[in-house]
């Protein structure tokens, strides 16, 4: 136990303890930091590894920790894969050892092995379905029986969950069908996580950010560039914002929603809703299901384009 922040009148996080996953860099840097900056005590996630998820021997979780404890903040690194059961558990544990609490979990850390569909060898698809998508599901998992054990012993917590997700994941992306896969079903995972939880005090929402990072800052040169002078749009200093906001007491009632987040917007995903419709009461025909398909079609709404298509 240790870690007392000065209280400050107004901070957003003051008192609470979040991890954030793969916060050694990128946008875990940006949230960790933004916490930090609201109060939190934080537990900096990093497993150290290269863009495409190789081992790489510097974990840069230490470094943010430094620049935390620098700023008059308190945090502690964790050097785990989020996506082992081990990783995951010690996690958890790691906040509840040092901080005794955990209020807070934002589930960010990834990496791409982008290959066009055919190309594309099962390691890749293995790799990246395990990075995000268990990588959310197994700490979600841990911090959950954390809560519902307090929710038991008369504690209910105000505990908050972000994932991350991707336009890749509610669009799709050309080139990346293993990720556009996982980003999906941590929409989904969070539509369950949202319902399940809420009777344990755990607010449940995903973000669909984009920012400069080393997963964009090459693929997606010209528009990430920072300018000069003025506002540097693709900063992931501004998706934290949001992140933090949702991460906080502030936000009660808001659970089971996905925003997309870059530069200075914010935007509300509607997902899916049910189209034109039509019942016919009986069984049809292969040939009548297709006369209806066309039909219906030509009154829905066009999907919005695949990313890179
Ligand atoms: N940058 C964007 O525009 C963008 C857009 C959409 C979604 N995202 C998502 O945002 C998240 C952060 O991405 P970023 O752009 O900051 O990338 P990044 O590569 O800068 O940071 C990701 C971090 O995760 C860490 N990591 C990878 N595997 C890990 C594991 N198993 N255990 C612990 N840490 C691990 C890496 O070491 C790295 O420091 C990812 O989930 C990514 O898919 C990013």
Request: with cysteine; aromatic share 4%; charged share 20%.
């Amino acid at each position: 136990m240790s870690g007392t922040l000065p209280y400050r009148e107004g901070r957003l996080c003051e008192g609470r303890v979040v991890v954030v996953t793969g916060a050694g860099r990128g946008l875990g840097r940006a949230h960790a930091l933004a916490y930090a900056a609201e109060g939190a005590r934080v537990v900096v996630n990093d497993l150290g590894v290269g863009p495409d998820g190789t081992p790489d021997p510097d974990s840069p979780a230490a470094q943010v920790v430094e620049e935390i404890r620098a700023g008059g903040g308190d945090a502690v690194a964790h050097g785990g894969d989020i996506a082992t059961p081990d990783g995951a558990s010690s996690l958890v544990h790691t906040a509840l050892d040092t901080y005794g609490r955990l209020d807070t979990l934002v589930n960010n850390a990834g990496f791409l092995r982008d290959r066009m569909l055919v190309n594309l060898d099962e390691d890749d698809w293995d790799a990246v379905l395990r990075v995000h998508l268990k990588g959310h599901f197994l700490p979600l998992k841990h911090a959950a029986a954390h809560w519902r054990a307090e929710t038991k012993a008369g504690r209910t917590p105000t505990a908050r969950i972000i994932n991350t997700s991707s336009g890749a994941g509610l669009l799709g992306s050309l080139g990346q069908g293993n990720y556009s896969a996982a980003k999906a079903g941590i929409v989904g995972l969070t539509l369950v996580a949202a319902a399940e939880l809420a009777r344990y005090g755990v607010q449940v929402n995903a973000i669909a950010p984009a920012a400069r990072t080393r997963m964009t800052e090459t693929v997606f040169a010209e528009t990430m560039t920072a300018p000069g002078t003025g506002f540097d749009t693709m900063a992931p200093e501004n998706v934290s914002p949001l992140v933090v906001w949702l991460g906080s007491p502030a936000s009660d009632g808001v659970t089971g929603r996905v925003f997309e987040t870059e530069a200075g917007r914010i935007t509300v995903m509607e997902g899916w809703h049910p189209g034109p419709t039509e019942d016919k009461g009986a069984r049809r025909t292969p040939r009548e299901a297709g006369e209806t398909v066309r039909k219906l079609l030509a009154e829905a709404r066009d999907p919005g384009p695949v990313y890179g298509a």
